[in-house]
């Protein structure tokens, strides 16, 4: 069996090889990036995107040569929310500061939607609905200082809310949930999910 990961993350092959989980990437399309599509609230929006990038990534499958191997895909879409407003990606350093500046001392949450997918490539099938993990943090209130060093280090680029807690600052405490739902992969969760195939992905 294949399992396949839709996500150019390095974030996510790190944390998915560090599983032990022997693995092959697929990049989901640009145009499977769809800003704010939904209105559901960041879980809504996290669920339609990893469904977006998953059925963009079984598109991608059905275009190749047909394989005897099963798959299954694994896709997730990332984003932080604070104080009811939802944080994706930042777009320039204007944007990553703003960002900053609202998650500055205040407590926020990381929500991850994640699809696991067992597909046979050619045939017509829909994707599972997803599953959300959420983890709560608490900022704390650091200098302007500290703000700037950050930015300045392009650290923030690709991340949702423009921080990674893989980057070590020290500035963010885990309250509630996932440490690595933090970092771009719900990792407590996706074993749950992939449990049923376990002894065929991970054979000892």
Request: proline share 7%; glycine share 10%; with cysteine.
């Amino acid at each position: 069996m294949q399992l396949i990961l839709a996500s150019g993350s390095p974030q996510r092959r790190a944390l998915l090889a560090a599983a032990g989980y022997p693995f092959e990437i697929v990049i989901p399309d640009d145009s499977a990036e769809c800003g704010i599509c939904s209105t559901g609230g960041p879980a809504g929006q996290v669920a339609e995107m990893a469904v977006r990038k998953a059925q963009d990534v079984f598109r991608q499958l059905n275009e190749q040569p047909p394989r005897d191997v099963p798959r299954i895909l694994i896709a997730c879409d990332t984003l932080a929310e604070c104080g009811g407003a939802v944080l994706g990606k930042p777009r320039d350093e204007e944007h990553a500061s703003q960002m900053l500046m609202m998650l500055r001392g205040q407590v926020h949450r990381v929500y991850s939607g994640l699809c696991v997918w067992p597909c046979v490539a050619g045939s017509e099938q829909r994707c599972p609905q997803p599953r959300i993990a959420v983890t709560q943090l608490q900022m704390e209130k650091i200098s302007d200082a500290h703000l700037d060093a950050y930015l300045a280090s392009g650290l923030w680029r690709g991340k949702a809310g423009a921080l990674g807690y893989q980057d070590r600052q020290g500035w963010l405490t885990i309250q509630q949930g996932s440490q690595s739902n933090v970092i771009g992969l719900p990792m407590e969760l996706l074993a749950e999910m992939l449990a049923p195939w376990d002894e065929v992905l991970r054979p000892e």
